[in-house]
C-alpha cells in the first residue's frame, strides 16, 4: 500500500467516522487541540482503526506522529509488515 493509500484511507475514516469536515481536512491539518479539535475518544477510534486496518499497533507511540495526516500515513507505512 502505498502513502498515498494510506493518506485518503485515513481521510476517509475522519470524515465519514468521526464526522469531519472535508474541506477543513487537508494532509497536513492539525489533528488535535488546535487543529481540527479531536479528542480522546476519538484518539481510541483512530488507534482502534489504525490497528484493524492497516495491522500496526500505535499505542504508547510518540504523540508526534499524530499530528496529521502526513506524519500518522508515514509512521503507519514504515510499520507496516
Sequence with gaps: MTDMEVK???????VNELGVDANELQYDTILFNEGIGLDSIDSIELVSFIDETFGVQTSGIDRANFKNIDTLAAYIVAHMN
Design 8 to 14: 485518503q484511507q485515513l481521510k476517509d475514516f475522519f
